[in-house]
């Protein structure tokens, strides 16, 4: 007797993959749970991911609230204000969950496949005195100088996506000279002011230990780049990378040389300029024309397996007067057609940043304190780092890749690779 046929339609329904979306999201807050040392704490932090995930217009407490059924915002104000868990906690597990889930089994979004650590900064806008860290600042999300809160951010970037893994809270001086108004939002005493690149620094710190075996690039834009303790920082700990610097960058000791354009003006030829594409973006590739030269340093390393330094300028084919500039250092083998896949990795993180505002809430926050700005922040990564791992995870099955069966980044499920 033969067994018949299974009868199952071939095409999954809109509904099928909705159901498939809610499981999985499901096991991951299972997975989280962990976090949250009680049963109500752990039923609030669902219900807040779910409507951070949710179509809703606003994600704030009130609608949080009721997307979940409840007639009142003070359940979700009580999970960002008074409630007792570990925020940090939630960010390690976000960071190990958002880098096992975009393994690309060696496709890589920079050099050697590994992937590309990369640093920018958010202003959120906010009114009054009394948000943590808010100020008249600067902040390119917003177009200039506003009434904001500025947060300092880190993304993880392969070839199978890009997400936040890290945040910060930039106070400005005036905040940390006044610490009453510090103590009012529940700033902690011992936090004196920190400029953006020493927060990023702290970030990189916690990340550096679960980062991936292979070579990690760090990318970031002139804020971080121009600054030299931050490039020293990395070069510590054998971090290769490639940094926005200004135009005005010293390079070299010899007068007249030293600046950066002044250096391209008088050595660039049209014919060394070379067209590469940057790596795939928003309009599938981002064609430059590139000009990359090593540095001679008489400290540099030498001998096999030694690293260098490198200018790398770039331009628009139309527009070419236009440049940025950039400082790399790195192995010194790497070739110059990898090279440009770090800066041209940078928009990553803009488009994590852009993700977690628009789909998981990430701007809509209506908390004061200190402790609550993280919280809120740290929740709505997780809620955009599924939306990304469940992307990498759909393509990984429509075109699965040798080293492990589909629904499995690089063969080993993500909970199970070590900690």
Same mark, same amino acid.
């Given at each position: 007797?033969?067994?018949?046929?299974?009868?199952?339609?071939?095409?999954?329904?809109?509904?099928?993959?909705?159901?498939?979306?809610?499981?999985?999201?499901?096991?991951?807050?299972?997975?989280?749970?962990?976090?949250?040392?009680?049963?109500?704490?752990?039923?609030?932090?669902?219900?807040?991911?779910?409507?951070?995930?949710?179509?809703?217009?606003?994600?704030?407490?009130?609608?949080?609230?009721?997307?979940?059924?409840?007639?009142?915002?003070?359940?979700?104000?009580?999970?960002? &204000? +008074? *409630? =007792?868990?570990? $925020?940090?906690?939630?960010? @390690?597990?976000?960071?190990?969950?958002?880098?096992?889930? !975009? %393994?690309?089994?060696?496709?890589?979004?920079?050099?050697?496949?590994?992937?590309?650590?990369?640093?920018?900064?958010?202003?959120?806008?906010?009114?009054?005195?009394?948000?943590?860290?808010?100020?008249?600042?600067?902040?390119?999300?917003?177009?200039?100088?506003?009434?904001?809160?500025?947060?300092?951010?880190?993304?993880?970037?392969?070839?199978?996506?890009?997400?936040?893994?890290?945040?910060?809270?930039?106070?400005?001086?005036?905040?940390?000279? &006044? +610490? *009453? =108004?510090?103590? $009012?939002?529940?700033?902690? @005493?011992?936090?004196?002011?920190?400029?953006?690149?020493? !927060? %990023?620094?702290?970030?990189?710190?916690?990340?550096?230990?679960?980062?991936?075996?292979?070579?990690?690039?760090?990318?970031?834009?002139?804020?971080?780049?121009?600054?030299?303790?931050?490039?020293?920082?990395?070069?510590?700990?054998?971090?290769?990378?490639?940094?926005?610097?200004?135009?005005?960058?010293?390079?070299?000791?010899?007068?007249?040389?030293?600046?950066?354009?002044?250096?391209?003006?008088?050595?660039?030829?049209?014919?060394?300029?070379?067209?590469? *594409?940057?790596?795939?973006?928003?309009?599938?590739?981002?064609?430059?024309?590139?000009?990359?030269?090593?540095?001679?340093?008489?400290?540099?390393?030498?001998?096999?397996?030694?690293?260098?330094?490198?200018?790398?300028?770039?331009?628009?084919?139309?527009?070419?007067?236009?440049?940025?500039?950039?400082?790399?250092?790195?192995?010194?083998?790497?070739?110059?057609?990898?090279?440009?896949?770090?800066?041209?990795?940078?928009?990553?993180?803009?488009?994590?940043?852009?993700?977690?505002?628009?789909?998981?809430?990430?701007?809509?926050?209506?908390?004061?304190?200190?402790?609550?700005?993280?919280?809120?922040?740290?929740?709505?990564?997780?809620?955009?780092?599924?939306?990304?791992?469940?992307?990498?995870?759909?393509?990984?099955?429509?075109?699965?890749?040798?080293?492990?069966?589909?629904?499995?980044?690089?063969?080993?499920?993500?909970?199970?690779?070590?900690?």
């Amino acid at each position: 007797m033969q067994a018949q046929l299974l009868d199952v339609p071939l095409l999954v329904t809109d509904q099928e993959r909705a159901e498939e979306f809610s499981d999985q999201l499901e096991l991951l807050l299972l997975e989280v749970g962990g976090v949250f040392p009680r049963a109500d704490l752990r039923h609030r932090a669902g219900a807040c991911i779910r409507g951070l995930l949710a179509p809703l217009s606003r994600k704030n407490g009130w609608q949080l609230s009721e997307y979940s059924g409840e007639l009142t915002p003070w359940g979700q104000q009580h999970l960002l &204000d +008074r *409630a =007792r868990w570990d $925020a940090d906690g939630l960010r @390690d597990f976000v960071r190990r969950y958002v880098i096992a889930s !975009l %393994a690309d089994g060696g496709v890589g979004a920079g050099p050697d496949g590994c992937g590309v650590l990369v640093v920018d900064e958010t202003g959120f806008a906010k009114k009054g005195r009394s948000s943590a860290g808010v100020a008249r600042q600067y902040t390119g999300t917003l177009g200039g100088v506003f009434p904001c809160q500025v947060g300092v951010m880190a993304a993880w970037a392969t070839g199978a996506g890009q997400a936040l893994v890290d945040r910060e809270l930039y106070l400005p001086k005036e905040w940390c000279e &006044d +610490r *009453a =108004r510090c103590r $009012a939002a529940h700033i902690p @005493d011992e936090l004196g002011f920190a400029t953006k690149p020493r !927060l %990023a620094e702290r970030m990189i710190d916690r990340i550096l230990p679960d980062l991936p075996t292979g070579r990690v690039w760090v990318a970031a834009d002139e804020v971080y780049g121009r600054d030299g303790a931050f490039r020293a920082f990395l070069e510590r700990n054998r971090l290769p990378y490639a940094v926005n610097v200004p135009a005005d960058q010293t390079v070299l000791p010899r007068p007249g040389w030293r600046h950066l354009a002044r250096l391209v003006e008088r050595v660039a030829g049209d014919q060394d300029w070379v067209e590469l *594409a940057a790596g795939p973006s928003q309009l599938e590739s981002r064609a430059w024309q590139w000009w990359v030269r090593r540095i001679p340093d008489p400290d540099s390393e030498v001998g096999e397996g030694a690293w260098a330094r490198w200018v790398i300028v770039r331009r628009r084919p139309t527009e070419p007067d236009k440049r940025d500039y950039y400082l790399a250092w790195g192995p010194q083998e790497t070739e110059v057609q990898e090279l440009v896949l770090v800066p041209g990795a940078r928009w990553r993180v803009e488009e994590a940043i852009k993700l977690a505002k628009s789909a998981a809430g990430m701007a809509d926050y209506e908390v004061r304190s200190f402790h609550g700005w993280y919280r809120h922040i740290t929740l709505a990564q997780l809620a955009a780092a599924f939306l990304v791992a469940q992307a990498a995870a759909a393509r990984e099955q429509a075109t699965p890749r040798p080293g492990g069966p589909p629904g499995q980044r690089g063969g080993i499920p993500w909970s199970h690779q070590p900690r």
